[in-house]
T-cell receptor, first 115, second 112 residues
Framework: DTGVSQNPRHKITKRGQNVTFRCDPI?????LYWYRQTLGQGPEFLTY????????KSRLLSDRFSAERPKGSFSTLEIQRTEQGDSAMYLC?????????????FGPGTRLLVL | AQSVTQPDIHITVSEGASLELRCNYS??????LFWYVQSPGQGLQLLLK??????LVQGIKGFEAEFKRSQSSFNLRKPSVHWSDAAEYFC??????????FGQGTTLQVKP
């Protein structure tokens, strides 16, 4: 069990560019979550998948954000036309089991800086 | 609306002293509650969780938390703090869809 991995760990981009982040969950975990954490705040929920189905999206997830989880394995989070307000840590977590009682295991995060 | 509140943004304790970090929740029903710790540059690590049953929950690294329904609280405690405990601590509640709702976090500083 290698844990949840995220790539890249850091990303610096210019405003208006597109960026894509990848999350590899713990193998056989059927649920995958994305959160965003800004400086001095707790993580905020963005979206989650059960297997390949995206079941919930936060209002924080504007039309510029899209997430996929093809084949129910790894997931990608893409931000189009980045804005300075997108600068944050993007965290991925995975879990297995009944929704509310599950333990989510977090990856190290991808820190995005938009210049 | 569901919410989790951590009233203390920053706490400083001396090494060897006891610690209590506060967490209050607002949910329609009793939520499932968690405490996570985040060290600089690291992801979130689960310390402990409460689902039901015994209201005093034991976790890793010598931490424990007590669920008090009457006070809507789930405070984290440790009898003797070590310098390595300096980190940011997050309380979170789980909705029925599994998504976590986090508090703002409490930064713990440990004085030698």
């Amino acid at each position: 069990d290698t844990g949840v991995s995220q790539n890249p760990r850091h990303k610096i981009t210019k405003r208006g560019q597109n960026v894509t982040f990848r999350c590899d969950p713990i193998s056989e975990h059927n649920r995958l979550y994305w959160y965003r954490q800004t400086l001095g705040q707790g993580p905020e929920f963005l979206t989650y998948f059960q297997n390949e189905a995206q079941l919930e999206k936060s209002r924080l997830l504007s039309d510029r954000f899209s997430a996929e989880r093809p084949k129910g394995s790894f997931s990608t989070l893409e931000i189009q036309r980045t804005e300075q307000g997108d600068s944050a840590m993007y965290l991925c977590a995975s879990s297995y089991g009944t929704a509310s009682r599950e333990t989510q295991y977090f990856g190290p995060g991808t820190r995005l800086l938009v210049l | 609306a569901q919410s989790v509140t951590q009233p203390d943004i920053h706490i400083t304790v001396s090494e060897g002293a006891s610690l209590e970090l506060r967490c209050n929740y607002s949910y329609g029903a009793t939520p499932y509650l968690f405490w996570y710790v985040q060290s600089p540059g690291q992801g979130l690590q689960l310390l402990l969780k409460y689902f039901s049953g015994d209201t005093l929950v034991q976790g890793i690294k010598g931490f424990e938390a007590e669920f008090k329904r009457s006070q809507s609280s789930f405070n984290l405690r440790k009898p003797s703090v070590h310098w390595s405990d300096a980190a940011e601590y997050f309380c979170a509640g789980s909705s029925n869809t599994g998504k976590l709702i986090f508090g703002q976090g409490t930064t713990l500083q440990v004085k030698p």
